[in-house]
Protein backbone atom coordinates (compact mmCIF):
# COMPACT_ATOMS: atom_id res chain seq x y z
CA UNK A 1 0.00 0.00 0.00
CA UNK A 2 1.47 3.19 -1.43
CA UNK A 3 2.92 6.18 1.56
CA UNK A 4 -0.60 8.63 2.70
CA UNK A 5 -3.02 5.22 1.65
CA UNK A 6 -5.46 4.69 4.18
CA UNK A 7 -7.89 1.35 4.11
CA UNK A 8 -11.49 1.51 5.65
CA UNK A 9 -12.07 -2.02 7.63
CA UNK A 10 -15.29 -0.67 8.34
CA UNK A 11 -17.29 2.10 8.79
CA UNK A 12 -16.43 2.98 12.18
CA UNK A 13 -12.69 2.43 12.17
CA UNK A 14 -9.94 3.33 9.87
CA UNK A 15 -7.05 1.38 9.90
CA UNK A 16 -3.49 3.52 9.10
CA UNK A 17 -0.74 1.79 6.68
CA UNK A 18 1.70 4.50 6.66
CA UNK A 19 5.52 5.21 8.07
CA UNK A 20 5.20 6.76 11.62
CA UNK A 21 6.74 9.58 10.67
CA UNK A 22 3.83 10.11 8.11
CA UNK A 23 1.13 9.42 10.73
CA UNK A 24 1.03 12.85 13.06
CA UNK A 25 0.71 15.20 8.84
CA UNK A 26 -2.70 12.31 8.45
CA UNK A 27 -4.02 11.77 11.26
CA UNK A 28 -6.39 14.85 11.12
CA UNK A 29 -7.60 13.63 7.14
CA UNK A 30 -7.94 10.83 8.22
CA UNK A 31 -9.89 10.89 11.39
CA UNK A 32 -12.47 13.55 9.58
CA UNK A 33 -12.82 10.83 6.90
CA UNK A 34 -13.77 7.82 9.18
CA UNK A 35 -16.14 10.72 11.01
CA UNK A 36 -18.20 11.24 7.62
CA UNK A 37 -18.08 7.36 6.82
CA UNK A 38 -20.34 6.86 10.09
CA UNK A 39 -22.10 9.58 9.05
CA UNK A 40 -23.19 8.01 5.63
CA UNK A 41 -23.89 5.27 7.72
CA UNK A 42 -25.97 6.36 9.96
CA UNK A 43 -27.76 8.06 7.16
CA UNK A 44 -28.27 5.05 5.36
CA UNK A 45 -29.79 3.00 8.27
CA UNK A 46 -33.96 2.91 8.41
CA UNK A 47 -35.64 2.84 11.61
CA UNK A 48 -37.35 -0.72 12.28
CA UNK A 49 -40.97 0.00 13.58
CA UNK A 50 -41.70 -2.10 16.78
CA UNK A 51 -45.47 -1.49 17.01
CA UNK A 52 -45.82 -4.70 19.58
CA UNK A 53 -43.49 -4.02 21.59
CA UNK A 54 -44.97 0.07 22.01
CA UNK A 55 -48.34 -1.29 22.51
CA UNK A 56 -47.21 -3.73 24.87
CA UNK A 57 -45.36 -1.07 27.20
CA UNK A 58 -48.62 1.24 26.76
CA UNK A 59 -50.96 -1.28 27.97
CA UNK A 60 -48.33 -2.03 30.99
CA UNK A 61 -48.69 2.08 31.79
CA UNK A 62 -52.66 1.77 31.69
CA UNK A 63 -52.20 -1.19 33.88
CA UNK A 64 -49.71 -0.21 36.49
CA UNK A 65 -47.99 3.29 37.43
CA UNK A 66 -44.61 1.56 36.74
CA UNK A 67 -43.69 -0.30 33.58
CA UNK A 68 -39.84 -1.44 33.12
CA UNK A 69 -38.40 -2.19 29.74
CA UNK A 70 -35.54 -4.92 30.93
CA UNK A 71 -33.31 -6.13 28.59
CA UNK A 72 -29.52 -6.54 27.64
CA UNK A 73 -27.62 -3.33 26.67
CA UNK A 74 -27.45 -2.04 23.45
CA UNK A 75 -30.86 -3.92 22.59
CA UNK A 76 -33.04 -1.15 22.23
CA UNK A 77 -34.22 -0.11 24.98
CA UNK A 78 -33.49 3.73 25.36
CA UNK A 79 -34.59 4.33 21.65
CA UNK A 80 -37.96 2.68 22.54
CA UNK A 81 -38.53 4.95 25.79
CA UNK A 82 -37.59 8.03 23.61
CA UNK A 83 -40.22 6.82 21.32
CA UNK A 84 -42.48 5.99 24.24
CA UNK A 85 -42.02 9.31 25.44
CA UNK A 86 -42.05 11.59 22.51
CA UNK A 87 -46.11 10.61 21.90
CA UNK A 88 -47.37 11.16 25.79
CA UNK A 89 -45.19 14.52 25.97
CA UNK A 90 -43.29 12.62 28.14
CA UNK A 91 -39.59 13.59 30.44
CA UNK A 92 -36.87 11.79 29.61
CA UNK A 93 -33.33 11.00 32.03
CA UNK A 94 -31.11 9.45 31.59
CA UNK A 95 -29.49 8.43 34.43
CA UNK A 96 -26.07 7.82 32.93
CA UNK A 97 -25.74 11.81 32.05
CA UNK A 98 -24.53 13.90 35.01
CA UNK A 99 -26.53 16.77 34.45
CA UNK A 100 -29.33 14.71 34.41
CA UNK A 101 -28.24 13.05 37.90
CA UNK A 102 -27.79 16.48 39.14
CA UNK A 103 -31.37 17.50 38.80
CA UNK A 104 -32.56 14.57 40.15
CA UNK A 105 -30.85 15.65 43.32
CA UNK A 106 -33.75 16.74 44.07
CA UNK A 107 -36.68 14.74 42.44
CA UNK A 108 -39.84 16.31 44.30
CA UNK A 109 -39.16 19.57 42.95
CA UNK A 110 -37.96 18.95 39.63
CA UNK A 111 -41.05 16.51 39.06
CA UNK A 112 -43.22 18.81 40.38
CA UNK A 113 -42.33 21.76 38.54
CA UNK A 114 -43.00 19.86 35.21
CA UNK A 115 -46.37 19.07 36.51
CA UNK A 116 -47.45 22.41 37.47
CA UNK A 117 -45.53 23.28 33.62
CA UNK A 118 -48.34 20.72 31.90
CA UNK A 119 -51.88 20.86 34.10
CA UNK A 120 -53.41 19.10 31.16
CA UNK A 121 -51.45 15.89 31.82
CA UNK A 122 -53.95 15.43 34.76
CA UNK A 123 -56.30 14.54 32.97
CA UNK A 124 -57.98 11.44 31.62
CA UNK A 125 -57.54 11.74 28.45
CA UNK A 126 -54.27 13.19 28.02
CA UNK A 127 -53.19 9.62 28.57
CA UNK A 128 -50.74 7.85 31.42
CA UNK A 129 -48.90 10.76 32.87
CA UNK A 130 -45.15 9.70 32.55
CA UNK A 131 -41.62 10.31 33.00
CA UNK A 132 -39.31 8.66 31.41
CA UNK A 133 -35.90 7.42 32.77
CA UNK A 134 -33.35 5.22 31.15
CA UNK A 135 -30.66 3.57 33.08
CA UNK A 136 -27.43 1.72 32.85
CA UNK A 137 -28.92 -2.13 33.22
CA UNK A 138 -32.77 -2.17 33.49
CA UNK A 139 -33.87 0.81 30.89
CA UNK A 140 -36.63 2.77 29.88
CA UNK A 141 -38.65 3.37 32.90
CA UNK A 142 -41.85 4.59 32.52
CA UNK A 143 -43.54 6.72 35.75
CA UNK A 144 -46.40 8.83 36.14
CA UNK A 145 -45.91 11.43 37.81
CA UNK A 146 -47.72 11.55 40.34
CA UNK A 147 -45.64 8.22 41.14
CA UNK A 148 -42.44 9.99 40.33
CA UNK A 149 -42.80 11.79 43.46
CA UNK A 150 -40.46 9.37 45.21
CA UNK A 151 -37.17 8.95 44.72
CA UNK A 152 -36.12 7.52 41.72
CA UNK A 153 -33.92 4.53 42.00
CA UNK A 154 -30.44 3.14 40.70
CA UNK A 155 -30.87 -0.19 38.99
CA UNK A 156 -29.77 -2.05 41.48
CA UNK A 157 -32.39 -0.73 43.86
CA UNK A 158 -35.74 -1.64 44.61
CA UNK A 159 -38.07 0.29 42.21
CA UNK A 160 -40.91 -1.26 42.65
CA UNK A 161 -40.76 -0.66 46.83
CA UNK A 162 -40.03 2.62 45.67
CA UNK A 163 -43.03 3.25 44.07
CA UNK A 164 -45.32 1.73 46.53
CA UNK A 165 -45.50 -1.77 45.56
CA UNK A 166 -46.47 -1.74 41.79
CA UNK A 167 -45.21 -2.67 38.43
CA UNK A 168 -45.74 -4.59 35.38
CA UNK A 169 -42.31 -6.02 34.12
CA UNK A 170 -41.77 -6.22 30.22
CA UNK A 171 -39.12 -8.27 29.02
CA UNK A 172 -37.24 -6.76 25.80
CA UNK A 173 -35.00 -7.96 23.25
CA UNK A 174 -33.33 -7.28 20.30
CA UNK A 175 -35.34 -7.44 16.75
CA UNK A 176 -38.11 -10.50 16.41
CA UNK A 177 -38.70 -11.99 12.52
CA UNK A 178 -42.29 -10.10 12.85
CA UNK A 179 -40.28 -6.90 13.27
CA UNK A 180 -37.56 -7.62 10.14
CA UNK A 181 -39.80 -9.51 7.98
CA UNK A 182 -39.24 -13.35 6.88
CA UNK A 183 -37.33 -11.89 3.66
CA UNK A 184 -34.53 -11.42 6.12
CA UNK A 185 -35.04 -14.56 8.58
CA UNK A 186 -31.46 -15.72 7.40
CA UNK A 187 -30.00 -12.52 8.26
CA UNK A 188 -31.37 -12.10 11.48
CA UNK A 189 -30.20 -15.95 12.16
CA UNK A 190 -26.91 -15.31 11.50
CA UNK A 191 -26.15 -11.75 12.81
CA UNK A 192 -28.21 -11.88 15.52
CA UNK A 193 -31.23 -9.35 16.71
CA UNK A 194 -29.20 -6.54 18.54
CA UNK A 195 -29.89 -3.36 16.48
CA UNK A 196 -26.56 -2.31 15.90
CA UNK A 197 -25.14 -5.82 14.99
CA UNK A 198 -28.34 -6.64 12.93
CA UNK A 199 -27.89 -2.95 10.53
CA UNK A 200 -24.51 -3.69 9.99
CA UNK A 201 -23.55 -2.61 6.60
CA UNK A 202 -21.80 -5.90 6.19
CA UNK A 203 -20.73 -9.39 7.83
CA UNK A 204 -17.44 -8.25 9.11
CA UNK A 205 -18.65 -5.23 10.80
CA UNK A 206 -21.77 -7.05 12.01
CA UNK A 207 -19.13 -9.85 13.37
CA UNK A 208 -16.65 -7.12 15.02
CA UNK A 209 -19.94 -5.42 16.58
CA UNK A 210 -20.41 -8.88 18.26
CA UNK A 211 -16.93 -9.35 19.47
CA UNK A 212 -16.28 -6.12 21.04
CA UNK A 213 -20.04 -6.22 22.86
CA UNK A 214 -18.83 -9.31 24.74
CA UNK A 215 -15.84 -8.15 25.81
CA UNK A 216 -17.42 -4.46 27.01
CA UNK A 217 -19.75 -6.89 28.81
CA UNK A 218 -18.05 -8.86 30.82
CA UNK A 219 -14.91 -5.92 31.12
CA UNK A 220 -17.11 -3.34 32.21
CA UNK A 221 -21.35 -4.35 32.53
CA UNK A 222 -20.38 -7.20 35.13
CA UNK A 223 -18.61 -5.34 37.57
CA UNK A 224 -21.02 -2.63 37.10
CA UNK A 225 -23.85 -5.45 38.52
CA UNK A 226 -21.46 -5.65 41.44
CA UNK A 227 -20.48 -9.24 40.51
CA UNK A 228 -17.17 -10.51 41.14
CA UNK A 229 -15.79 -12.74 38.68
CA UNK A 230 -12.82 -12.03 36.81
CA UNK A 231 -13.74 -11.11 33.21
CA UNK A 232 -11.46 -14.00 31.74
CA UNK A 233 -13.25 -16.80 33.80
CA UNK A 234 -16.61 -15.40 32.85
CA UNK A 235 -15.26 -15.25 29.09
CA UNK A 236 -14.21 -19.13 29.11
CA UNK A 237 -17.38 -19.96 30.94
CA UNK A 238 -19.80 -18.51 28.23
CA UNK A 239 -17.48 -19.45 25.73
CA UNK A 240 -17.98 -23.35 27.30
CA UNK A 241 -21.67 -22.81 27.45
CA UNK A 242 -21.87 -21.56 23.92
CA UNK A 243 -20.99 -25.44 22.99
CA UNK A 244 -23.37 -26.52 25.32
CA UNK A 245 -25.88 -24.75 23.96
CA UNK A 246 -29.68 -26.74 23.86
CA UNK A 247 -27.76 -29.01 25.67
CA UNK A 248 -28.75 -30.30 29.27
CA UNK A 249 -27.01 -28.15 32.37
CA UNK A 250 -24.18 -30.16 33.78
CA UNK A 251 -23.35 -27.91 36.36
CA UNK A 252 -20.55 -30.39 37.73
CA UNK A 253 -18.73 -31.02 33.90
CA UNK A 254 -18.07 -27.58 33.55
CA UNK A 255 -17.36 -26.65 36.79
CA UNK A 256 -14.55 -29.47 36.67
CA UNK A 257 -13.51 -27.54 33.23
CA UNK A 258 -13.08 -24.04 34.91
CA UNK A 259 -11.72 -25.59 38.13
CA UNK A 260 -14.29 -24.28 40.30
CA UNK A 261 -17.41 -26.28 42.11
CA UNK A 262 -20.54 -26.63 40.47
CA UNK A 263 -22.21 -24.31 42.82
CA UNK A 264 -20.12 -21.67 41.65
CA UNK A 265 -20.88 -22.99 38.19
CA UNK A 266 -24.24 -22.27 38.76
CA UNK A 267 -23.97 -18.95 39.89
CA UNK A 268 -21.99 -18.11 36.87
CA UNK A 269 -25.27 -19.13 35.09
CA UNK A 270 -27.86 -17.30 37.16
CA UNK A 271 -25.34 -14.04 36.28
CA UNK A 272 -25.69 -14.67 32.83
CA UNK A 273 -29.28 -15.50 32.93
CA UNK A 274 -30.14 -12.36 34.55
CA UNK A 275 -28.15 -10.47 32.73
CA UNK A 276 -30.26 -11.11 29.53
CA UNK A 277 -27.41 -13.28 27.83
CA UNK A 278 -28.33 -16.73 28.57
CA UNK A 279 -31.45 -18.79 28.98
CA UNK A 280 -32.63 -21.59 31.09
CA UNK A 281 -35.27 -23.13 29.24
CA UNK A 282 -36.87 -25.34 32.66
CA UNK A 283 -37.91 -29.31 32.37
CA UNK A 284 -41.71 -30.42 32.32
CA UNK A 285 -42.19 -33.03 34.91
CA UNK A 286 -45.46 -34.38 36.15
CA UNK A 287 -46.33 -37.88 37.41
CA UNK A 288 -45.97 -40.23 34.08
CA UNK A 289 -44.42 -42.99 34.91
CA UNK A 290 -41.38 -42.10 33.27
CA UNK A 291 -38.10 -41.02 34.58
CA UNK A 292 -38.08 -37.37 33.38
CA UNK A 293 -34.84 -35.12 32.96
CA UNK A 294 -35.12 -32.52 35.76
CA UNK A 295 -32.14 -30.14 35.06
CA UNK A 296 -32.86 -27.02 32.81
CA UNK A 297 -31.67 -26.68 29.00
CA UNK A 298 -29.14 -23.70 28.49
CA UNK A 299 -28.99 -21.49 25.45
CA UNK A 300 -26.72 -18.24 24.40
CA UNK A 301 -30.15 -16.12 23.81
CA UNK A 302 -28.99 -14.24 21.02
CA UNK A 303 -28.06 -16.60 18.00
CA UNK A 304 -25.69 -13.80 16.58
CA UNK A 305 -23.52 -13.39 20.04
CA UNK A 306 -23.42 -17.19 19.71
CA UNK A 307 -21.93 -17.53 16.48
CA UNK A 308 -19.53 -14.92 17.83
CA UNK A 309 -18.28 -17.27 20.72
CA UNK A 310 -17.97 -20.17 18.30
CA UNK A 311 -15.95 -18.14 16.03
CA UNK A 312 -18.28 -18.67 13.36
CA UNK A 313 -18.32 -15.63 11.05
CA UNK A 314 -21.19 -16.18 8.48
CA UNK A 315 -23.60 -18.47 7.05
CA UNK A 316 -21.42 -20.50 4.99
CA UNK A 317 -19.30 -21.49 8.00
CA UNK A 318 -22.53 -21.93 9.68
CA UNK A 319 -23.46 -24.05 7.48
CA UNK A 320 -20.75 -26.60 7.84
CA UNK A 321 -20.29 -26.08 11.73
CA UNK A 322 -21.45 -28.91 14.15
CA UNK A 323 -23.87 -26.50 16.09
CA UNK A 324 -25.80 -25.94 12.81
CA UNK A 325 -29.02 -28.04 14.36
CA UNK A 326 -29.02 -26.32 17.81
CA UNK A 327 -28.55 -22.81 17.13
CA UNK A 328 -31.60 -23.21 14.40
CA UNK A 329 -33.37 -24.48 17.66
CA UNK A 330 -32.13 -21.59 20.12
CA UNK A 331 -33.31 -19.27 17.13
CA UNK A 332 -36.84 -20.85 16.63
CA UNK A 333 -37.29 -20.55 20.23
CA UNK A 334 -36.42 -17.14 20.79
CA UNK A 335 -39.02 -16.14 17.90
CA UNK A 336 -41.54 -18.48 19.46
CA UNK A 337 -41.13 -17.00 23.02
CA UNK A 338 -40.89 -13.44 21.82
CA UNK A 339 -44.37 -13.42 20.54
CA UNK A 340 -46.04 -15.81 23.15
CA UNK A 341 -43.78 -15.30 26.65
CA UNK A 342 -41.50 -17.32 28.33
CA UNK A 343 -43.19 -17.64 31.57
CA UNK A 344 -45.16 -20.73 30.71
CA UNK A 345 -42.34 -22.63 28.81
CA UNK A 346 -40.26 -25.74 29.01
CA UNK A 347 -38.82 -28.49 27.58
CA UNK A 348 -39.85 -32.09 27.71
CA UNK A 349 -37.26 -35.13 28.09
CA UNK A 350 -37.31 -38.44 29.29
CA UNK A 351 -34.12 -40.84 30.51
CA UNK A 352 -35.64 -43.30 27.22
CA UNK A 353 -34.64 -40.29 24.86
CA UNK A 354 -38.16 -38.86 24.18
CA UNK A 355 -38.36 -35.53 24.22
CA UNK A 356 -39.69 -32.37 22.80
CA UNK A 357 -37.90 -29.14 22.29
CA UNK A 358 -40.98 -26.83 23.42
CA UNK A 359 -43.88 -26.83 25.18
CA UNK A 360 -45.87 -23.85 25.80
CA UNK A 361 -49.11 -23.64 28.29
CA UNK A 362 -50.85 -20.43 26.61
CA UNK A 363 -54.67 -19.89 26.02
CA UNK A 364 -54.99 -23.45 28.42
CA UNK A 365 -53.79 -24.76 25.80
CA UNK A 366 -50.47 -27.01 25.42
CA UNK A 367 -48.63 -26.35 22.33
CA UNK A 368 -45.73 -28.40 21.00
CA UNK A 369 -42.85 -27.87 19.08
CA UNK A 370 -39.89 -29.67 17.66
CA UNK A 371 -37.49 -27.73 15.42
CA UNK A 372 -35.43 -29.20 12.76
CA UNK A 373 -32.85 -28.14 10.72
CA UNK A 374 -33.45 -30.36 7.77
CA UNK A 375 -34.84 -30.31 4.18
CA UNK A 376 -38.52 -32.90 4.95
CA UNK A 377 -39.26 -33.32 8.30
CA UNK A 378 -41.24 -36.63 9.21
CA UNK A 379 -42.95 -37.64 12.14
CA UNK A 380 -41.39 -39.16 14.88
CA UNK A 381 -41.74 -42.09 17.94
CA UNK A 382 -40.61 -38.89 20.07
CA UNK A 383 -43.15 -36.90 18.73
CA UNK A 384 -45.80 -39.70 18.82
CA UNK A 385 -44.83 -40.11 22.74
CA UNK A 386 -45.24 -36.47 23.60
CA UNK A 387 -48.57 -35.97 21.98
CA UNK A 388 -49.82 -39.02 24.27
CA UNK A 389 -48.10 -38.02 27.23
CA UNK A 390 -48.51 -34.47 27.65
CA UNK A 391 -51.58 -34.35 26.05
CA UNK A 392 -50.64 -31.80 23.75
CA UNK A 393 -53.30 -29.91 21.78
CA UNK A 394 -51.19 -30.03 18.53
CA UNK A 395 -47.72 -29.51 17.78
CA UNK A 396 -45.55 -27.81 15.18
CA UNK A 397 -42.42 -28.84 13.17
CA UNK A 398 -40.58 -26.22 12.17
CA UNK A 399 -38.12 -26.16 9.78
CA UNK A 400 -36.11 -23.53 7.56
CA UNK A 401 -37.97 -24.67 4.04
CA UNK A 402 -41.00 -22.96 2.66
CA UNK A 403 -43.36 -25.55 2.06
CA UNK A 404 -46.08 -26.87 4.87
CA UNK A 405 -47.71 -30.06 5.22
CA UNK A 406 -49.26 -32.86 7.36
CA UNK A 407 -47.94 -35.51 9.15
CA UNK A 408 -50.29 -36.22 11.71
CA UNK A 409 -53.39 -34.78 12.62
CA UNK A 410 -52.17 -32.80 15.34
CA UNK A 411 -48.88 -31.95 13.65
CA UNK A 412 -47.96 -29.79 11.34
CA UNK A 413 -44.83 -29.56 9.57
CA UNK A 414 -44.23 -25.88 8.47
CA UNK A 415 -41.97 -22.55 8.32
CA UNK A 416 -41.16 -20.27 11.39
CA UNK A 417 -43.71 -17.69 9.84
CA UNK A 418 -46.27 -18.98 9.63
CA UNK A 419 -45.96 -21.03 13.13
CA UNK A 420 -45.56 -17.59 14.49
CA UNK A 421 -48.91 -16.48 12.98
CA UNK A 422 -51.25 -19.21 13.86
CA UNK A 423 -49.87 -18.37 17.71
CA UNK A 424 -51.07 -14.97 17.26
CA UNK A 425 -54.06 -16.47 15.70
CA UNK A 426 -54.52 -18.76 18.72
CA UNK A 427 -55.11 -21.66 16.67
Sequence with gaps: MANGECRLRSPFTVRRSMPLENLNKNRIANDVLAFWMVLVHISNIKMIPRPELVETVNDGLKLSPVTLILGPRQCGKTTLARMIGEKQAATYYDLENPRDLARLEHPLTVLEAARAGDPGRNTPASGPDAVVAGVGGPEAVALPLSVARQRVAGPDEEMLGDAGGAGVFRGHGGF???????????????????????????????????????????????PMLGIQVPPVTLHRFWTMLAHYHGGIWNGSEIGASLGVTHHAARRYLDTMSGAFMVRQLRPWFENAGKRIVKSPKVYVRDSGLLHALLGIPGLGALQGHPKLGASWEGFVIEQILSRVGERNAYFWATHGRAELDLMVLAKGKRWGFEIKYQDAPVMTKSLHIALKDLKLERAWIVYPGRESYPVHEQVRVCPLKEALDELARGE
Design 176 to 222: TLGETGVERQTELWVRGGFPDLFLAPDEPSSLKWREDFVQTFLQRDI
